[in-house]
């Protein structure tokens, strides 16, 4: 089995920043894709970033040059540095891990429970 733990979510003024970290662990092979995704209230849940194995980033439009995603292939944790937070970005944000478990036959996504943020204009 594999868990993620979410951390650094909380309540931030517009124009702050938080930065997220989720830490996966458990019977791990391999890590290959590892993303952020978030959730706000009567939305659909939506990509944030995503950090391949190489390093390989993708945003979403919505927080190109204020976010920042990166990872920790050692500690097996990946990172979500938010600046220039908006009220837009209140959502609950939920980590995402593309993971060979060890004796397992394939890749499987897991998924983290999540860590509210909240940007008070």
């Known amino acids: 089995q594999v868990q993620l733990v979410e951390s650094g979510g909380g309540l931030v003024q517009a124009g702050g920043s938080l930065r997220l970290s989720c830490a996966a662990s458990?019977?791990?092979?391999?890590?290959?894709?590892m993303g952020w995704y978030r959730q706000a209230p009567g939305k659909q849940r939506e990509l944030v970033a995503t950090?391949?194995?190489?390093?390989?980033?993708n945003y979403a439009d919505s927080v190109k040059g204020r976010f920042t995603i990166s990872r920790d292939n050692a500690k097996n944790t990946v990172y979500l540095q938010m600046n220039s937070l908006k009220p837009e970005d209140t959502a609950v944000y939920v980590c995402n891990i593309h993971c060979l478990t060890v004796g397992g036959a394939a890749i499987r996504r897991y998924w983290g429970q999540g860590t509210q943020v909240t940007v008070s204009s």
């Open positions: 950090i391949t194995s190489g390093g390989s980033t």
């Open positions: 458990g019977s791990i092979f391999s890590i290959s894709a």
